[in-house]
């Protein structure tokens, strides 16, 4: 039998995504093991998150290495050693360079909260809601070393209405969230995604 695909999950923030996916591996639902969780953030609630589900954190202070080499440099040699196979982004709020996307080509996922190519950036969900938009979403993608931009693996369209609150809308985007990412990891692991032309074809 194939071993499990084994998955590190990098976080910045809050970690609720973090958690959603733990509670799907748990479930059965993820076909890979969470083997580490990756904060660059020692005040992360997702370190909290991780701890009551005794996930292994490696905590990676960007400002304790000399330059974002050493740092992904370390990044990487922590992976090989736990034999990473898909590095799951999960609000990391950190750019790879072009150095650790090539070790990891078509390993790294990203989710992010708008439907891709509209509303790139760090605050997707509020640039959607002012624009006026009256759809937006959420993309789960493979990561490049172009910001947000990598091919698209699934994305869900939620409605903004006209009464709609940023609140409101940001809770209904987190829930989808919580189910679009196991969702796009399991297809992974089953080996069910393929790229051509930038394009992903999910296999039957
Ligand atoms: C999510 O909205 C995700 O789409 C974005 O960052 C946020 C992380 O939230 N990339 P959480 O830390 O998982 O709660």
Do not use: W
């Amino acid at each position: 039998m194939k071993p499990k695909l084994r998955v590190a999950v990098f976080v910045s923030g809050s970690g609720s995504n973090l958690e959603a996916l733990i509670r799907a591996e748990r479930a059965g639902r993820l076909k890979a093991e969470i083997v580490l969780v990756v904060c660059d953030n020692p005040d992360a609630y997702a370190i909290v998150r991780a701890n009551k589900f005794e996930k292994s954190v490696f905590l990676c202070e960007p400002k304790t290495f000399g330059s974002r080499e050493d740092f992904e440099k370390a990044l990487v040699e922590v992976l090989k050693k736990e034999k990473i196979g898909l590095v799951v982004l999960a609000g990391f709020m950190r750019i790879l360079t072009p150095y650790f996307v090539n070790v990891y080509r078509g390993r790294i996922l990203n989710i992010h909260p708008s439907l891709l190519p509209a509303f790139p950036g760090a605050h997707a969900i509020r640039d959607a809601f002012q624009h006026g938009a009256k759809v937006t979403g959420i993309t789960v993608h493979f990561v490049t070393e172009h910001l947000d931009g990598g091919p698209i693996i699934l994305q869900r369209s939620v409605e903004i209405g006209p009464y709609e609150t940023l609140e409101g809308l940001e809770a209904k985007l987190h829930k989808i969230e919580h189910k679009l990412y196991p969702e796009a990891i399991r297809l992974f692991a089953k080996d069910r995604l393929s790229i051509r032309n930038r394009k992903v074809t999910i296999e039957r």
